[in-house]
């Protein structure tokens, strides 16, 4: 071959590799995937997941984390997960690699009695994809896995097995997207799904609506109605299919978006109805929404309501009649007649029982415009069909014998079918059907009693909060339904169930509810959907609006509020959380929504800030109170070892925590009565020459605690003006004490560097002076900030990250701020003469705030970088001090306050 002609067929090999690559790019990689394409179609649900992270916390927050954590699938889930940590060598990982990606999560059913999960991850980067690649080259290290890798229809499946139990998952990557599954013929499925790129996909309805743009929405929930009946067979009896397909047969699918906050998980979407012939919906069709107006005769004993709303009731009637003999026959004219008295709402009613082996009493209630007319036609009923005249008396009201087979089938349709002969009794105007008069004494009973949920404030709050017109409604109480729940599953479900009962009770309020559209009529009209689960909102606080025209929220306590509010940084929220203890000693922590979302009773009041600090891989809030030490995790849970409890002489008055600096743990600095000091790490374990450190004079702040080249410094200030440094022995510095010749009222700003000397502490005495010494004794500099008198008390302000301060000299009732220089920030006149803390908050230049608060009147100024007073007018504050934070994303600073027993969050804008 020559020369030329190997030049000329290489350049041809690159340059058709060049266009290979180009098409591939602009023609194939340029499509995103649409991962709703790559779903099954028999998926019953379909949750779409982004921002996960967020998704974690508010699952802490509604406390709903614990309750799954609990749940033996999840814990599997948590399992693999922490071997994906393991592998990686990384923590967190699969909480970083989902990060907001858009994730789907479909539920299958796969046999007769299981189910099975898909997920599909994609892949954003080609480190995340080496990530996968080194995960799985992990595994295929490890012995007690199999791993294995098959062709299937031109995709490459990769089997990973465990090898005692042969349990394991199958994935698979399309176009930079994992699709797996413990179930291979799942996964199998999308590959064979590929096959046919022009079939709509399951979400082909909803391609309009992306809810996971909306704001605080934390999953998209698509549900298939068509096969809803198919998967809860997986867990019932055969026996509740014909109803389950009877309720479901409204709707054939829909799509949600899923709400997180506080007491409830609230879903909100729509729904298209159901086209078969003898679906509910044909039946309902143009049929006005109603009100649930039966309150009044709905026993405290319901676990579960099905609740029709219609205009007449003749429209759930069959076409045929069920039975065809003679008395039947002879009856359609008055069961015409009694059934054209019904109208508005229907529903069928579940009464709770006290043991799963005890058949619950059922119900079907209806309304009457007419009472008298019905009870005519009843009773004319009753003796054409020869049924005894006889009656069992329940307080005013009375229990007769139908003598008719079915009768509310008859009256109302398949789904009311299963009464046998039926009993009715009447209250006001609804007629009430059990199948033996033993189900409606239960029911009358507490009726009579007032046991009825228009009497309940639990059940009238829950119905409220549920939508007041509606064409059908689904309530359900789990707390009262919970064996009748265990009595309609199979056998083998009942274990997981009696496992997983504090997650199924987490919630005792759930209502599905399907709202017509105005324009029913047109053919694409869709079903407003909303799903509520709820507990009792029994907590703490109420939230409610700050003001007519405030911009914020407030949330109203039980108790009055005595602590000024902490903020606590939250990740992946834009505004902080926040605790705050009330005259119960009762500390609570409010979400970033707003929400009480823990209490706790604490000993006392709080006698040092709350700090936020990482203990044995934990975090948590550090604090004290008078006689104890405490560390609460995230979910308000004490760390072993505490509370630490001080001696029974010692009532703290201050904690000072020592930097961690590679340490396994920090050391914990007490204040004592006086000027008494005591030192412990976080075993409890107190250190010699300081139980207590007695000082001669009184402390002029809470100590400073400082690590200084792997040393410990413990920095303290007298209000004489003389300061001491000791070790972690007690023993005193060289160098000191040394004294700045004048008092000291306030802490010292703290600039530490790689040795004493380098390391700087500057305090301003009450003569006015600024005084900067370091660690090894010495006097570095010394200037004068401002003039003083004998009345003046000066102040060093150190803003919230202690990287700055300014400088505060308070006379009588005039406040005044300066810069370290000595320069004039502001100047404030006030008419009390009491103390006015002083707050410097530090956001960055240009973005400063200065807060001076009057404890008399309860306000609290806020002046911006310019001095102006924001809002133009002072602020409620009935603390010492509030809590500011700024949102960078919307240049918004945040303002918490404490008014009496509420606590109220504001936006505000100083620039």
Known sequence: MSQKLLVFLIGLLLVSALGSYVYYRRAVASVPVD???????????????????????????????????????????????????????????????????????????????????????????????????????????????????????????????????????????????????????????????????????????????????????????????????????????????????????????????????????????????????????????????????????????????????????????????????????????????????????????????????????????????????????????????????????????????????????????????????????????????????????????????????????????????????????????????????????????????????????????????????????????????????????????????????????????????????????VTGARVPGVLVQDAQQVLHYVTPDNVVAWSDSLPGPLVSPIRRIALDNSNGYLFATASQVHFLDERSRELPNFPLNLPDSVQATSLVVSPVNGRTAPRLLVGGGGSNLFLYDTNGRAFAGWQPKRMEFGLAAPPHYLVVDGRDVIVVLLENGYIYAYDEQGSVYPGFPISVGARLHSGAFVESGASLRRSRLTVVTQHGERVSFNLSGDIVTRSRVATWSRSSVFQLIPDQAQGSYIVAREEGGRVSLFEPTGRQLLAQSFVTSSPKPVQFLNFGPARRAYVLTEPGPHKAYIYDTQGRLVGGQPFDSSTGTVGIDYDAGTDTYHLYRVIGNELRRTALKMN
Request: charged share 20%; glycine share 6%.
């Open 35 to 569: 991962p709703w394409a790559l779903v099954p179609d028999d998926a019953v649900f379909v949750a779409a997941t982004r921002d996960h992270a967020t998704l974690v916390r508010h699952l802490k927050e509604t406390q709903l984390w614990d309750n799954l954590t609990a749940v033996r699938y999840f814990q599997q889930v948590e399992e693999h997960v922490v071997l994906v940590d393991s592998i990686i060598s990384s923590r967190n990982a699969v909480l970083r690699f989902l990060g907001t990606k858009k994730v789907l999560t479909s539920i299958h059913v796969t046999g007769a009695r299981t189910f099975d999960v898909l997920f599909q991850v994609p892949i954003g980067s080609v480190r995340e994809y080496r990530q996968v690649r080194t995960l799985v080259d992990g595994l295929r290290r490890d012995g007690r896995y199999q791993v294995s890798a098959r062709d299937y229809q031109g995709e490459q499946l990769t089997d990973i097995r465990e090898r005692a139990t042969d349990e394991g998952i199958t994935f698979f990557n399309y176009r930079n997207h994992l699709v797996m599954s413990a179930n291979a013929a799942l996964v199998e499925a999308v590959v064979q799904r590929l096959q046919h790129p022009n079939v709509p996909s399951v979400a082909a309805d909803f391609q309009s609506t992306d809810f996971l743009q909306l704001k605080d929405v934390d999953a998209t929930l698509l549900i298939n109605y068509r096969r809803l009946p198919r998967f809860l067979s997986v867990f019932f009896r055969d026996q509740a299919e014909p109803g389950v397909a009877a309720v479901t047969s409204l709707a054939r699918n829909g799509q949600l978006e899923m709400k997180l906050a506080g007491n409830k998980v609230v879903f909100n979407g729509f729904a298209n109805p159901e086209t078969t012939r003898d679906a509910l919906h044909r039946r309902l069709r143009q049929q006005p929404a109603q009100r649930l107006r039966m309150a009044d005769v709905l026993s405290l004993r319901t676990a579960v309501l099905v609740h029709l709303g219609l205009g007449q009731a003749q429209v759930l009637r069959p076409a045929r009649p069920l039975a065809t003999d003679s008395l039947s026959q002879q009856a359609a004219p008055l069961l015409d007649s009694l059934a054209a008295g019904l109208s508005e709402e229907v529903a069928l009613c579940y009464l709770a029982t006290p043991s799963a082996r005890i058949r619950p009493a059922k119900l079907a209630l209806a309304y009457c415009q007419n009472p008298v007319k019905t009870a005519t036609f009843l009773g004319q009923l009753r003796r054409l069909s020869g049924a005894s005249p006889a009656f069992e008396r329940v307080g005013p009201y009375q229990i007769y014998e139908t003598g008719l087979p079915e009768l509310p089938a008859r009256l109302l349709g398949s789904m009311f079918t299963d009464f046998g002969p039926a009993a009715v009794a009447q209250v006001g105007n609804y007629v009430v059907f059990g199948p033996d008069a033993a189900a409606l004494r239960l029911w009358l009973t507490d009726v009579v009693a007032g046991e009825v949920w228009s009497r309940s404030p639990t059940q009238v709050a829950f119905l409220q909060e549920t939508q007041p017109l509606a064409r059908m409604r689904v309530l359900i109480d789990t707390r009262n339904s919970w064996n009748v729940l265990l009595r309609a599953l199979v056998e083998e479900r009942r274990a997981g169930l009696l496992r997983n009962e504090t997650l199924f009770q987490r919630f005792p309020q759930i209502a599905l509810q399907f709202v017509p559209s105005a324009n029913e009529a047109e053919p694409d009209a869709q079903y407003f959907t909303q799903l509520v689960l709820r507990h009792p909102a029994i907590g703490p606080a109420v939230a409610k609006p700050q003001s007519a025209s405030g911009t914020g929220g407030a949330l109203a306590f039980k108790t009055p509020l005595t602590s000024a509010p902490t903020l606590v940084p």
